[in-house]
């Protein structure tokens, strides 16, 4: 029985990386699984690629951008007229704008890392928030990263950006508990994902590979993380296997931040 069985999961930014992942991981645990992404032909195309189940479509693509209210509230209530109801959602989508000296941060890049990774977060709560409720409860699953809790040179605003994530996610918990809502986030360390390879490009001086290998230096672990590991801490908060869990942080990134 899968741990997500009769369950409606709406996963944003969900046409690669970890949502891609997620989406996979949710769905195979049987859930149905709203894919949104402004990459509507991404996101069409792993809708696809999950396939049918139960005799009908388990997954849904749906093309908006989370910085656009309008788009998100339009796509969220598609979500919800196609599969009926809303129990998770996994706020995923984010950018890695800004990346490099501080005082080279142009105010276009820090009001984009703004925009999409926390009041594209906010847009995304507001618009699934009627719709957790009407079922009785649910889980919001937030995207961090260690960005929030350690510094790192090189990434001001996308720190910025990831650590009011974390302040909204506690304050989310606490407004929301009494009507049975939960919303956790998760601080990931540097996974191998498309969004992560300019980073990765940069620390390498042009190569990616290099790159990578120079960042799981930090690592206790010595290597970086994958897309699938971060969907299967995604997948215990969106769970009941984590029904007396709100408000907290989960750290997946090998162990970097204790060192």
């Not at 944003?12 to 402004?38: H, K, N, P, W, Y």
């Not at 195309?45 to 093309?63: K, M, N, Q």
């Not at 699953?141 to 996308?158: C, E, H, T």
């Not at 299967?232 to 942080?249: C, D, I, K, N, Y």
Request: with cysteine; net charge negative; proline share 3%.
């Amino acid at each position: 029985m899968g741990r997500l069985d009769g369950r409606v999961a709406l996963i944003t930014g969900g046409a690669s990386g970890i949502g891609a992942a997620a989406a996979r991981l949710f769905a195979a645990e049987g859930a149905a699984v709203a894919v949104l992404d402004r990459d509507g032909d991404g996101a069409a195309r792993l809708v696809t690629s999950l396939g049918e189940r139960d005799g009908g479509r388990a997954a849904l693509a749906l093309a908006a951008d989370v910085t656009d209210r309008a788009a998100v509230d339009e796509a969220t209530a598609r979500a919800v007229a196609t599969f009926g109801r809303l129990d998770v959602l996994y706020n995923n989508a984010g950018v890695p704008a800004g990346f490099g000296p501080v005082g080279d941060l142009s105010l276009a890049d820090w009001n984009l890392s703004l925009a999409v990774n926390v009041t594209g977060t906010l847009f995304c709560t507001q618009a699934a928030l009627p719709h957790l409720r009407a079922a009785g409860g649910g889980s919001i699953v937030n995207q961090s990263s260690v960005a929030a809790l350690v510094g790192i040179p090189g990434l001001a605003a996308y720190s910025a950006a990831k650590g009011a994530v974390v302040a909204l996610t506690r304050a989310l918990a606490a407004e929301l508990a009494p009507e049975g809502i939960r919303v956790n986030a998760i601080c990931a360390g540097t996974v191998e994902t498309p969004m992560i390879r300019p980073l990765l490009a940069a620390r390498g001086q042009g190569d990616v590979e290099l790159g990578a290998k120079l960042t799981a230096e930090r690592y206790p672990l010595g290597r970086i993380g994958t897309a699938d590991e971060i969907a299967r801490a995604a997948l215990f908060l969106a769970s009941g296997e984590s029904s007396f869990v709100t408000g907290t942080v989960i750290t997946a990134d090998g162990g970097m931040t204790v060192v």
